[in-house]
Protein backbone atom coordinates (compact mmCIF):
# COMPACT_ATOMS: atom_id res chain seq x y z
CA UNK A 1 0.00 0.00 0.00
CA UNK A 2 2.76 2.35 1.04
CA UNK A 3 4.55 2.19 -2.85
CA UNK A 4 0.79 2.70 -4.51
CA UNK A 5 0.87 6.02 -2.46
CA UNK A 6 4.10 7.18 -3.61
CA UNK A 7 3.30 6.42 -7.22
CA UNK A 8 -0.12 8.33 -7.10
CA UNK A 9 1.71 11.16 -5.57
CA UNK A 10 4.99 10.98 -8.36
CA UNK A 11 1.69 11.04 -11.05
CA UNK A 12 0.00 14.08 -9.33
CA UNK A 13 3.33 15.84 -9.26
CA UNK A 14 4.00 15.16 -12.81
CA UNK A 15 0.92 16.79 -13.54
CA UNK A 16 2.46 19.93 -11.56
CA UNK A 17 5.82 19.97 -13.56
CA UNK A 18 4.06 20.06 -16.59
CA UNK A 19 1.48 23.00 -15.76
CA UNK A 20 3.69 25.31 -13.99
CA UNK A 21 5.86 25.29 -16.77
CA UNK A 22 3.06 25.51 -19.41
CA UNK A 23 0.97 27.96 -17.70
CA UNK A 24 4.30 30.12 -16.67
CA UNK A 25 3.06 33.02 -18.94
CA UNK A 26 -0.87 33.42 -17.46
CA UNK A 27 -0.25 32.30 -13.93
CA UNK A 28 2.72 34.33 -12.13
CA UNK A 29 4.74 31.70 -9.86
CA UNK A 30 3.86 33.50 -6.38
CA UNK A 31 0.25 33.96 -7.64
CA UNK A 32 0.33 30.11 -8.50
CA UNK A 33 1.49 29.02 -5.10
CA UNK A 34 -0.45 31.65 -3.06
CA UNK A 35 -3.77 30.62 -4.87
CA UNK A 36 -3.04 27.01 -5.10
CA UNK A 37 -2.31 26.46 -0.83
CA UNK A 38 -4.97 28.83 -0.35
CA UNK A 39 -7.92 26.86 -2.38
CA UNK A 40 -6.07 23.40 -0.73
CA UNK A 41 -6.49 24.90 2.59
CA UNK A 42 -10.37 25.60 1.63
CA UNK A 43 -10.93 22.07 0.37
CA UNK A 44 -8.87 20.58 3.87
CA UNK A 45 -10.68 22.25 6.17
CA UNK A 46 -14.10 20.87 5.17
CA UNK A 47 -12.75 17.95 6.31
CA UNK A 48 -10.25 18.62 9.03
CA UNK A 49 -11.88 21.20 11.00
CA UNK A 50 -13.06 18.39 13.52
CA UNK A 51 -9.06 17.18 13.89
CA UNK A 52 -8.39 20.84 14.71
CA UNK A 53 -10.64 20.72 17.28
CA UNK A 54 -10.14 18.05 19.34
CA UNK A 55 -6.18 17.80 18.56
CA UNK A 56 -5.77 21.61 19.20
CA UNK A 57 -3.51 20.77 22.54
CA UNK A 58 -1.69 18.30 20.06
CA UNK A 59 -0.93 20.92 17.41
CA UNK A 60 0.10 23.20 19.99
CA UNK A 61 2.44 20.66 21.29
CA UNK A 62 3.95 20.19 17.76
CA UNK A 63 3.24 23.90 16.21
CA UNK A 64 7.19 24.23 16.06
CA UNK A 65 7.39 20.78 14.06
CA UNK A 66 4.58 21.97 11.59
CA UNK A 67 6.20 25.24 11.10
CA UNK A 68 9.22 23.87 9.99
CA UNK A 69 7.54 21.57 7.57
CA UNK A 70 5.28 24.35 6.49
CA UNK A 71 8.32 26.35 5.35
CA UNK A 72 9.85 23.73 3.67
CA UNK A 73 7.34 21.71 1.73
CA UNK A 74 4.65 24.74 1.48
CA UNK A 75 6.69 27.32 1.17
CA UNK A 76 10.18 26.76 0.49
CA UNK A 77 10.05 23.64 -2.16
CA UNK A 78 6.77 24.58 -4.08
CA UNK A 79 7.65 28.15 -4.80
CA UNK A 80 11.71 28.01 -5.86
CA UNK A 81 10.06 25.39 -8.35
CA UNK A 82 7.82 27.96 -9.56
CA UNK A 83 10.05 30.69 -9.60
CA UNK A 84 12.86 28.18 -11.36
CA UNK A 85 10.13 27.58 -14.14
CA UNK A 86 10.11 31.02 -14.92
CA UNK A 87 14.01 30.81 -16.34
CA UNK A 88 14.82 27.05 -16.48
CA UNK A 89 13.78 23.95 -19.25
CA UNK A 90 11.68 21.14 -18.19
CA UNK A 91 14.54 18.94 -18.71
CA UNK A 92 17.00 20.86 -16.50
CA UNK A 93 14.38 21.04 -13.79
CA UNK A 94 13.52 17.06 -14.27
CA UNK A 95 17.74 16.21 -14.63
CA UNK A 96 18.36 18.27 -10.85
CA UNK A 97 15.09 17.62 -9.51
CA UNK A 98 16.44 13.91 -9.89
CA UNK A 99 18.78 14.03 -7.41
CA UNK A 100 16.17 14.38 -4.61
CA UNK A 101 16.99 10.61 -3.70
CA UNK A 102 20.46 11.32 -3.19
CA UNK A 103 20.02 14.43 -0.93
CA UNK A 104 17.45 12.19 1.17
CA UNK A 105 20.15 9.43 1.69
CA UNK A 106 22.31 12.48 2.65
CA UNK A 107 19.65 14.47 4.68
CA UNK A 108 18.60 11.19 6.87
CA UNK A 109 22.63 10.63 7.99
CA UNK A 110 23.46 14.44 9.23
CA UNK A 111 19.84 14.00 10.86
CA UNK A 112 19.45 10.72 11.92
CA UNK A 113 22.66 8.29 11.20
CA UNK A 114 20.01 6.38 8.74
CA UNK A 115 23.24 4.94 6.29
CA UNK A 116 22.18 4.29 2.67
CA UNK A 117 22.67 0.60 2.29
CA UNK A 118 24.69 -0.58 -0.99
CA UNK A 119 21.44 -2.37 -2.03
CA UNK A 120 19.47 0.87 -1.76
CA UNK A 121 22.44 2.75 -3.40
CA UNK A 122 22.52 0.97 -6.58
CA UNK A 123 18.83 0.89 -6.40
CA UNK A 124 18.98 5.00 -6.65
CA UNK A 125 21.81 5.33 -9.02
CA UNK A 126 20.11 2.70 -12.00
CA UNK A 127 16.59 4.79 -11.22
CA UNK A 128 19.32 7.51 -11.65
CA UNK A 129 20.23 5.96 -15.21
CA UNK A 130 16.85 5.63 -16.30
CA UNK A 131 15.40 9.33 -15.74
CA UNK A 132 19.00 10.34 -17.62
CA UNK A 133 17.97 8.44 -20.60
CA UNK A 134 14.68 9.52 -21.27
CA UNK A 135 15.73 12.67 -20.99
CA UNK A 136 18.57 12.38 -23.01
CA UNK A 137 16.48 10.50 -25.59
CA UNK A 138 18.55 7.36 -25.91
CA UNK A 139 22.02 9.96 -26.79
CA UNK A 140 24.27 10.69 -23.55
CA UNK A 141 26.21 12.70 -25.67
CA UNK A 142 22.80 14.95 -25.48
CA UNK A 143 24.12 15.53 -21.93
CA UNK A 144 26.87 17.59 -23.04
CA UNK A 145 24.65 19.81 -24.63
CA UNK A 146 22.65 21.07 -22.40
CA UNK A 147 23.06 24.21 -20.48
CA UNK A 148 22.53 25.49 -16.74
CA UNK A 149 20.89 29.05 -15.64
CA UNK A 150 20.23 30.46 -12.55
CA UNK A 151 16.61 28.65 -12.60
CA UNK A 152 18.83 25.58 -12.08
CA UNK A 153 20.03 26.64 -9.10
CA UNK A 154 16.66 27.31 -7.34
CA UNK A 155 15.27 23.93 -8.81
CA UNK A 156 18.27 22.55 -6.44
CA UNK A 157 17.58 25.13 -3.87
CA UNK A 158 13.95 23.60 -4.05
CA UNK A 159 14.93 19.73 -4.04
CA UNK A 160 17.14 20.27 -0.72
CA UNK A 161 14.29 21.74 1.16
CA UNK A 162 12.27 18.71 0.05
CA UNK A 163 14.77 16.60 1.36
CA UNK A 164 14.52 17.74 4.42
CA UNK A 165 11.03 18.04 4.32
CA UNK A 166 10.86 14.18 3.82
CA UNK A 167 13.91 13.25 6.20
CA UNK A 168 12.18 15.42 8.64
CA UNK A 169 8.70 13.40 8.41
CA UNK A 170 10.35 11.02 11.07
CA UNK A 171 9.73 13.39 13.48
CA UNK A 172 6.17 13.33 12.85
CA UNK A 173 3.89 13.07 15.84
CA UNK A 174 2.28 9.78 15.41
CA UNK A 175 -1.27 10.57 17.21
CA UNK A 176 -1.46 13.96 14.69
CA UNK A 177 -4.45 13.28 12.34
CA UNK A 178 -2.87 13.91 8.77
CA UNK A 179 -5.86 16.45 8.11
CA UNK A 180 -4.61 18.00 11.23
CA UNK A 181 -1.23 18.38 10.05
CA UNK A 182 -1.49 18.88 6.30
CA UNK A 183 -3.87 22.15 7.35
CA UNK A 184 -1.41 22.94 9.49
CA UNK A 185 1.37 23.29 7.50
CA UNK A 186 -0.40 24.31 4.60
CA UNK A 187 -1.11 27.71 7.36
CA UNK A 188 2.39 28.31 7.92
CA UNK A 189 3.21 28.10 4.33
CA UNK A 190 0.59 30.61 3.43
CA UNK A 191 1.62 33.49 6.08
CA UNK A 192 5.10 33.09 4.14
CA UNK A 193 4.05 33.82 0.85
CA UNK A 194 1.06 35.89 1.44
CA UNK A 195 3.44 38.43 1.74
CA UNK A 196 5.51 37.40 -1.27
CA UNK A 197 2.46 37.36 -3.57
CA UNK A 198 1.64 41.02 -2.64
CA UNK A 199 5.10 41.89 -3.71
CA UNK A 200 4.17 40.50 -7.22
CA UNK A 201 0.99 42.13 -7.75
CA UNK A 202 2.73 45.23 -6.81
CA UNK A 203 4.90 44.52 -9.71
CA UNK A 204 1.90 44.32 -11.91
CA UNK A 205 2.49 40.39 -12.36
CA UNK A 206 -1.02 38.98 -12.42
CA UNK A 207 -2.85 36.19 -13.81
CA UNK A 208 -4.98 35.98 -16.49
CA UNK A 209 -8.15 34.77 -15.63
CA UNK A 210 -10.16 32.11 -18.09
CA UNK A 211 -10.96 28.17 -17.45
CA UNK A 212 -7.05 27.08 -18.60
CA UNK A 213 -6.03 29.19 -15.39
CA UNK A 214 -8.96 27.94 -13.36
CA UNK A 215 -8.42 24.21 -14.29
CA UNK A 216 -4.85 25.00 -13.32
CA UNK A 217 -4.90 25.86 -10.00
CA UNK A 218 -8.40 23.33 -9.27
CA UNK A 219 -6.02 20.49 -10.80
CA UNK A 220 -2.39 21.83 -8.29
CA UNK A 221 -4.62 22.38 -5.34
CA UNK A 222 -6.68 19.12 -5.41
CA UNK A 223 -4.32 16.49 -6.61
CA UNK A 224 -0.69 17.91 -5.85
CA UNK A 225 -1.63 19.79 -2.76
CA UNK A 226 -3.84 17.73 -1.06
CA UNK A 227 -3.73 14.02 -2.17
CA UNK A 228 -0.23 13.61 -3.04
CA UNK A 229 1.32 15.17 0.04
CA UNK A 230 -1.27 13.00 2.25
CA UNK A 231 0.28 10.20 -0.19
CA UNK A 232 3.42 10.97 0.31
CA UNK A 233 3.44 11.76 4.16
CA UNK A 234 2.11 8.46 4.89
CA UNK A 235 4.03 6.13 2.97
CA UNK A 236 7.42 7.94 4.23
CA UNK A 237 6.36 7.50 7.41
CA UNK A 238 5.78 4.17 6.88
CA UNK A 239 8.66 3.00 4.85
CA UNK A 240 11.13 5.55 5.54
CA UNK A 241 12.54 8.08 3.20
CA UNK A 242 15.45 6.34 1.59
CA UNK A 243 13.03 3.98 0.32
CA UNK A 244 10.43 6.37 -0.61
CA UNK A 245 13.29 8.58 -2.60
CA UNK A 246 13.84 7.08 -5.55
CA UNK A 247 9.82 6.75 -6.25
CA UNK A 248 10.68 10.47 -7.33
CA UNK A 249 11.93 9.06 -10.43
CA UNK A 250 8.89 7.96 -11.90
CA UNK A 251 8.06 11.82 -12.78
CA UNK A 252 9.54 11.50 -15.92
CA UNK A 253 7.96 8.16 -16.57
CA UNK A 254 4.51 9.48 -15.67
CA UNK A 255 5.53 12.89 -18.27
CA UNK A 256 6.04 10.13 -20.85
CA UNK A 257 3.09 7.74 -20.69
CA UNK A 258 0.69 11.56 -20.08
CA UNK A 259 2.39 12.79 -23.45
CA UNK A 260 1.75 9.61 -25.59
CA UNK A 261 -2.05 9.33 -24.31
CA UNK A 262 -2.67 13.18 -24.30
CA UNK A 263 -0.31 14.97 -26.92
CA UNK A 264 -0.10 12.27 -29.37
CA UNK A 265 3.90 11.53 -28.93
CA UNK A 266 4.91 8.24 -29.57
CA UNK A 267 6.48 5.64 -27.68
CA UNK A 268 10.48 5.32 -28.15
CA UNK A 269 12.96 2.75 -27.62
CA UNK A 270 14.82 5.06 -24.66
CA UNK A 271 11.69 4.96 -23.27
CA UNK A 272 11.23 1.37 -22.52
CA UNK A 273 14.77 1.48 -21.63
CA UNK A 274 14.48 4.14 -19.23
CA UNK A 275 11.31 2.66 -17.45
CA UNK A 276 12.87 -0.53 -17.21
CA UNK A 277 15.85 1.15 -15.56
CA UNK A 278 13.98 3.35 -13.41
CA UNK A 279 11.39 0.15 -11.97
CA UNK A 280 14.64 -2.03 -11.78
CA UNK A 281 16.07 0.40 -9.54
CA UNK A 282 12.92 0.79 -7.38
CA UNK A 283 12.51 -2.26 -7.04
CA UNK A 284 16.37 -2.64 -5.79
CA UNK A 285 15.59 -0.39 -3.21
CA UNK A 286 12.28 -0.92 -1.90
CA UNK A 287 12.36 -4.94 -2.04
CA UNK A 288 14.69 -7.92 -0.95
CA UNK A 289 13.73 -11.43 -1.82
CA UNK A 290 14.61 -13.44 0.73
CA UNK A 291 16.07 -16.98 0.50
CA UNK A 292 13.06 -20.01 0.98
CA UNK A 293 14.44 -22.24 4.29
CA UNK A 294 14.85 -25.70 3.00
CA UNK A 295 12.42 -28.43 4.27
Keep these: MPYLLLTLAALFWSGNFVISRGMHTDIPPLGLSFWRWLVALLILLLFASHHLIRQHHLVRRHLRFIIVQGLLGVAGFNTMIYLAMQTTTAINAVLVNSCIPVLIAVCSW ?129 VGPNKSGPFIHLMPVFSTILAVLFLGETIEAYHLLGIALIFSGIMLTTFRVRPSSKL
Design 110 to 238: IMFREALTVRQGCGVLLSLCGVVSIIAKGRWEFLLSVSFNPGDLLVLLAALLWALYSTNLKNYPRELHPFAYQSGIVVSGLIVIFPCYLVELSMGKTMTMGIPTLLSIGYVAVFASILAFIFWNKAVRT
